[in-house]
Every structure is written in structure tokens, then in C-alpha cells.
């Protein structure tokens, strides 16, 4: 059994700063973390390495910075790190991505039988990446997956949660599934595993070493264009009750609810 | 042509063709219904808000499954060739959308809450960006189609009809790798992006016991309860609840904001509803910077007096 989890860096703070003339988000300078999700996503991957022995390799395309992101994910148990760095990724979009990813998964043979990835990351907030990587290599997709029920010879089966329901899939494999938070309680790194990932290496591979063109990379190879970024000011101008006024306000409340309970349906 | 795809007809549907009708009268173009589904989906109440509905029906699509849809989706949008194509951030599109983009190699904009388009036919898709810190708005200049997926109730429904012609196509049947085993039905309870009158909590309620007064408030108006993602994270509440950037986003007539501080990531999900009422004990909280009433009080006693109020009125 083998499993590939795709995990991306995610800055630390909520205070990103934007590249003014492309539009892109400034990564330098930020303390880099793993997307808290892609830790759910590798959890259930370790916990199948417990159970069915799997092979665990992590796949990720960012900045050099996020060699530390993946050695720690070598610490807590994953076999095999790869990332994907090049200034030419640079900018990429989740089309760039996903095909860049995609790309590196045949040009260096890595194998799989089930691809893990989170449901969005915290930064980009789109949830594409993964079903778009699996499109672009004819996989089959359960993508809001809430709980890993079992591993079979050649299928999985898993709960997905949706608006209206739960549904219990069988999917044959080799298949990608993107995971909620439920899957999986991230467990925390130990002293040995860090010890041990000393000896490990990140392999990292650059544009040329996967024989991709610029053409379909980065920021050239993406075909959405941030054009504008601003600030919401959706300020009202509110009127403040305290203090001994707080009553009135209570009053002009009711009549407010009062007013509109009567159009609703139910 | 713009195209407008889901796999039922519900106020999501609605409010996407109502923008879409707004975008093609500025293009003056035509907007198309691409509805893939269940055999029992009907269109009547819908269709004169396209010009062509495009019908996908099969006893198959009862559920979801990706490759089935994505397979008859993608010969359909190649034979009508929309250069906008719009789905609601549902799991349904946030499924089949990333995977269309990836078949028709062109760009998707995720969960947008506005868009417009320029004189040009360039699509201006604008989403929260950053962790809801700014907006950024998106094109897709040289791809077709340009690809974006909608947050429901970013739009309202608009009364603008059309021609309302009705097509089937026929639907390519395919052996799929993933099959549905069981299906449980889910409480569709935190309806909170429905109702019309939203009772939201935040760390202001101090305790989960505390936060019944919210529910028996939403009850007496019939409203539904909101929550913030503090609170969801101390699981008073379950995510359905969630009010924000990465909960829902709610636009009803009536916003209780009850002990929130109003970072911009709950902002993000309530900032267009009609009247926005804040109670914070804390009279500097950016809660009160996007409301119109603002109570600087106990969020407790507050919610408590309301509801009393209320109930002597009814008894009366
Ligand atoms: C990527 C990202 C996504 C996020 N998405 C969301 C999201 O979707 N939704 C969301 O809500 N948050 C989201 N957050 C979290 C958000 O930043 C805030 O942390 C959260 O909204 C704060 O919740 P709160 O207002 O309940 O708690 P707090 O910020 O702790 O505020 C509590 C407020 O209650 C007031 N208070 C205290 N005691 C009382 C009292 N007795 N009576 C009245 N008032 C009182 C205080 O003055 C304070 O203003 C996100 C964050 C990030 C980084
Ligand atoms: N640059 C990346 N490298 C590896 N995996 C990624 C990358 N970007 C996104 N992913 C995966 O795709 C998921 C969704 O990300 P996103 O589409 O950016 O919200 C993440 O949880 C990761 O598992």
C-alpha cells in the first residue's frame, strides 16, 4: 500500500502582506507551518502506515522554505518528502499547481495507490488543488471526506459529508480523497522521530529536473490574473445605547425583531 | 453565452441566473441553464429565467459521482461553448467546478461573493483573499470558459425573465470506479443561510449553557442561530453553524451579533445583511464599526431581557 499525502506551506499569521504590482501574496519574512488540514490528511496516512503498513510519501510545491515544513512531516512518520521548488513556479494559480504536481508524479515515477490531500488550505482558501491533481491524472475523487471507514485489497471505503446527507462511498483504487477535520486527531512530533528525520532527506527537484516548460508554469501558466486587491470598508454608522439608554435600545431591538418575525417561513 | 450549472434547482440556481441575466444584458449575450441530475428534476418554474435550459437526466444521477457528471458536463459546455461558466459554492460545485477547469485547461475562481463583467466580456470575479483581511478581484483573460464558483446567497433572486427553450441531451453512460453504499439523510439544521432573522453567539456568552438564550430568542422569531468560529472551535456549536470565512456567508433581514468582536473573518459572512445589531460589553469592538444598533451590555442578560420582553408581549 502506498500513499501519497500533497501538503502545502501556509503562512502562520493573518498578517500577509501582497505584492503590489502582481498581486500575489508576499510569502518571505513569514513564519511557514504546514496547512493545518494537509495534518489531518497526513495523520490518516500515518495511521493506515500503522495499520496496513503503507508507504507514506509527501509531496509538496513551494518556496525552499518549505523544506522545514516537510521535515517535519519526516519526523512525525512519512517516508519519503518531496518538493517541487523552483522561481518558475512562482505565482502559480490552482491550475499552474495542480499541473505542475501532476507533472512531477510521472516524470519521477512516484507511486500510489490512494493520494490524501486537506479539503482547502488556509491561505488560498479554494479547495481546487487536489481535484483538479486528480483530474489531470484520471483518478477518482471523494472529495469532503469525514471519516476513513476501511481499506480493502483494492478499494477504500469512506463517509463523505454533505449538505443534505452522509454517504458511504466504495471506490476502487487508485483514488484521491480530500479530508475534513473529523478523519483524523493530528498526533504531535516525539523527540526520537525528530532525531530520526535528521538522517532523512528531502529530495527537491527543480523545473529542469522535470523536464517542464515555462510556458505552463508559475504565474505564465496560470490563467487567472489578480487585477485588483482592496480593502472592504463596509462601515454603517451605529447608533450606541448604554448605560441608562441601554434601555431604549432593548426597546428598539424588539420592535425591530417584531417587525420582521412576521415574513418568515418555516 | 453565459452558463449557469448545478445538479438541482433550488434559490441557488436562482440567484446565479439572476446574475447571470444582469451580466449578458450588459454583454448581450445569452445565458444558459446547464442542469445534470436525478430524472425527477423539473424545470418549469425555472426555465424562463435562460434563454436554454440544457437538459442532463439520468436515473444514475441520483447522487453525485464525479466522473459521470464531469464526463456529459464537459461535451455539453464544449457543444454550447459558454465563455462564463458559474456554479454555487456547494460541495457539488466546488467538486465538479476544479474538476472542469482541469479537463478544459482554464481558470477557476473559488467561492466569489460578487461579480461583474467589463465591456470587454472580461468576467471580474471578487472574493475575500487573505484570510478575509482584503477583497481581490480576478479575470481569467485569455481562457475560456472563465470559470467561477459563487457563495450562495451572494445574489438575490431577480424577476428578469427570458426565452426559456428547453433542450435534452443525451447522456453517455459510464462504468464508475465509485459506488454508493449507504446513504443516511442529514438534519438539515443549521438552516442558518435560509432564515430571515439570525441569532449569532460569540466567546461574549462566557458558556455553552449560556448560549440557550440565543436558541430560545431564534425560536420566538423563527430565526436560526449563527456562530463564531471560537465558538464552533470550543464545540458549543457544530461547524453548520459558522458564520464567516470559512463558515457560511448569511445575508438575512436581521443580524444579532452577541458577544462577536467582529474580526474580518466573521465579518466576511454577515456584512451584507440588512440591520446588523451588536451587543458587546466592550464599547471599542469592531463589531459595532458594521452595525446599525449597537447594545454596550452583557450579551447574557441582554439576550435575556429580549426574550422576556417577547414573551410577555405573546402571552398578553
Ligand atoms: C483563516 C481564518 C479563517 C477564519 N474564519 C472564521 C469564520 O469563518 N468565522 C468566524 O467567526 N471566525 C473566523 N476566524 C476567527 C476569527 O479571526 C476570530 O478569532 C473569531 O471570529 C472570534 O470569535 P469571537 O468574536 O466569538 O471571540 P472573541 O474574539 O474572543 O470575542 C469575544 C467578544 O465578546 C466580548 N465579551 C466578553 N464578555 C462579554 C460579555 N459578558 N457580554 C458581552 N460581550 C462580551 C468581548 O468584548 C469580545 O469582543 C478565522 C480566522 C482565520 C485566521
Ligand atoms: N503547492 C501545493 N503543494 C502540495 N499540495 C498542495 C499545494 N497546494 C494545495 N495543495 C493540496 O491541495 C489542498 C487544497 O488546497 P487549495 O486548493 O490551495 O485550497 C491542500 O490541502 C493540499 O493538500
Known amino acids: 500500500m502506498k500513499i501519497l499525502v500533497l501538503a502545502k506551506q501556509v503562512p502562520d499569521t493573518d498578517k500577509v502582506k501582497i505584492d503590489p504590482l502582481t498581486g500575489t501574496m508576499i510569502r518571505e519574512g513569514l513564519d511557514a507551518v504546514i496547512n493545518p488540514l494537509d495534518l489531518h490528511a497526513l495523520e490518516l496516512a500515518l495511521c493506515l502506515k500503522e495499520t496496513h503498513r503503507a508507504q507514506i510519501t509527501v509531496l509538496s510545491m513551494g518556496p525552499m522554505s518549505t523544506e522545514m515544513v516537510l521535515r517535519d512531516t519526516l519526523a512525525l512518520g512519512a517516508d519519503r518528502a518531496i518538493l517541487l521548488s523552483d522561481s518558475a513556479f512562482a505565482g502559480s494559480d490552482t491550475w499552474a499547481t495542480s499541473y505542475t504536481l501532476s507533472e512531477a508524479v510521472k516524470k519521477l515515477n512516484i507511486e500510489y495507490d490512494l493520494v490524501i490531500c486537506g479539503e482547502k488550505a488556509t491561505d488560498g482558501e479554494t479547495g481546487q488543488v487536489g481535484v483538479e491533481f486528480a483530474v489531470l491524472l484520471n483518478l477518482p475523487v471523494i472529495t469532503y471526506v469525514s471519516r476513513f471507514v476501511s481499506l480493502q485489497n483494492d478499494s477504500i471505503v469512506v463517509e463523505r459529508t454533505v449538505e443534505d446527507a452522509y454517504e458511504t462511498w466504495k471506490v476502487r483504487l487508485p483514488a484521491l480523497i480530500s479530508v475534513l477535520r473529523s478523519v483524523s486527531e493530528p498526533r504531535l512530533p516525539t523527540l526520537s522521530g525528530k532525531k530520526m528525520s535528521l538522517s532523512k532527506k528531502v529530495e527537491i527537484y527543480n523545473a529542469r529536473d522535470l523536464g517542464l516548460k515555462n510556458n505552463d508554469l508559475g504565474l505564465t501558466g496560470s490563467p487567472t490574473r489578480v487585477v485588483k486587491v482592496y480593502n472592504t470598508k463596509l462601515s454603517r454608522n451605529c447608533q450606541l445605547y448604554m448605560g441608562k439608554d441601554l434601555n431604549q435600545g432593548i426597546q428598539e431591538v424588539v420592535k425591530i425583531l417584531k417587525n420582521y418575525k412576521g415574513s418568515v417561513r418555516r | 453565452m453565459i452558463g449557469v450549472v448545478n445538479n438541482q434547482i433550488d434559490k441557488n440556481t436562482l440567484e446565479l441566473l439572476g446574475k447571470a441575466n444582469q451580466m449578458a444584458v450588459k454583454i448581450q449575450t445569452q445565458v444558459c441553464l446547464f442542469i445534470i441530475g436525478s430524472k425527477e428534476l423539473k424545470v418549469d418554474h425555472v426555465k424562463d429565467y435562460a434563454d436554454l435550459t440544457v437538459l442532463m437526466l439520468s436515473e444514475n444521477f441520483g447522487r453525485f459521482s464525479l466522473y459521470p457528471f464531469l464526463i456529459n458536463l464537459e461535451k455539453a459546455i464544449l457543444k454550447y461553448r459558454p465563455s462564463i461558466l458559474l456554479s454555487p459554492a456547494t460541495t457539488f460545485g466546488r467538486t465538479i467546478m476544479p474538476a472542469l477547469a482541469a479537463r478544459l485547461r482554464t481558470g477557476l475562481t473559488a467561492d466569489c461573493t460578487d461579480l461583474d463583467v467589463d465591456d470587454k466580456g472580461n468576467l471580474l470575479q471578487t472574493r475575500p483573499a487573505i484570510g478575509g483581511n482584503v477583497m481581490a478581484t480576478i479575470i481569467t483573460p485569455n481562457h475560456r470558459p472563465q470559470m467561477a464558483t459563487v457563495r450562495p446567497r451572494s445574489f438575490s433572486v431577480q424577476p428578469e425573465k427570458r426565452e426559456g427553450r428547453v433542450r435534452i441531451e443525451e447522456i ?96 466576511a459572512g454577515m456584512q451584507t445583511s440588512e440591520i446588523v445589531i451588536a451587543i458587546n460589553k466592550d464599547r471599542y469592538a469592531p463589531i459595532f464599526k458594521v452595525a446599525d444598533i449597537g447594545l454596550v451590555a452583557d450579551a447574557y442578560s441582554t439576550l435575556e431581557q429580549i426574550v422576556k420582553i417577547l414573551e410577555d408581549e405573546s402571552d398578553a
Open chain 2, 172 to 267: 453517455t453512460e459510464l462504468e464508475d470506479s465509485c459506488e454508493l453504499i449507504k446513504i443516511e439523510k442529514r438534519e438539515p439544521s443549521a438552516q442558518i443561510d435560509q432564515a430571515q432573522i439570525v441569532v449569532s453567539v460569540g466567546k461574549g456568552l462566557r458558556r455553552k449553557e449560556n448560549t440557550q438564550i440565543a436558541e430560545k430568542l431564534a425560536q420566538l422569531v423563527s430565526g436560526a442561530v449563527g456562530a463564531t468560529r471560537s465558538v464552533v472551535d470550543a464545540k458549543w456549536f457544530s461547524h453548520d453553524h459558522q458564520v464567516g470565512l470559512s463558515g457560511k456567508t448569511v445575508k438575512p433581514k436581521v443580524y444579532i451579533a452577541a458577544g462577536i468582536s467582529g474580526a474580518v473573518q466573521h465579518i
